[in-house]
């Protein structure tokens, strides 16, 4: 844990949030300041401030990650359901400063619901 990092604190419950989901890795929860209708966030409880400090010993939690984020958005009612269905949506990690990363801790946003947004 980062004593500085806001995202830490969200894990250890010392900020809250709106959560969505939680297991021993990793939690879930509403971004503050949504870029879309549906704009959740998947972060590790274990900090890593970027995705490129990702090594081998994260492969399991990366996969964690990105398979969760079809269940969370289908939960928010934007999951995809096939190429004729209306729904759909994106996943984004932001990395560095050059890639719009903010808050330096990995996560991945999940964002969808009705266009037009423009994802950050």
């Known amino acids: 844990m980062n004593g500085s990092c806001i995202f830490c604190k969200i894990v250890d419950g010392s900020i809250p949030?709106?959560?969505?989901?939680?297991?021993?890795?990793?939690?879930?929860f509403h971004d503050i300041h949504?870029?879309?209708?549906?704009?959740?966030?998947i972060v590790p409880k274990v900090?890593?401030?970027?995705l490129a400090e990702c090594e081998t010993q994260h492969h399991g939690l990366l996969g964690k990650m990105l398979a969760l984020a079809p269940r969370l958005?289908?939960?928010?009612?934007v999951?995809?359901?096939?190429r004729e269905a209306p729904g759909g949506?994106?996943?984004?990690?932001?990395t560095g400063p050059g890639g719009g990363q903010e808050v330096y801790h990995l996560h991945?946003?999940?964002?969808?619901?009705p266009r037009p947004w423009a994802p950050r």
Do not use: C, W
């Open 34 to 41: 949504p870029a879309a209708p549906v704009h959740l966030l």
């Open 79 to 82: 999951g995809y359901e096939g």
């Open 47 to 50: 900090h890593i401030d970027t």
């Open 108 to 113: 991945v946003h999940v964002l969808g619901g």
């Open 73 to 77: 958005a289908r939960e928010a009612g």
């Open 89 to 94: 949506f994106k996943t984004m990690i932001n």
């Open 17 to 28: 949030s709106k959560q969505v989901y939680e297991d021993t890795e990793m939690i879930a």
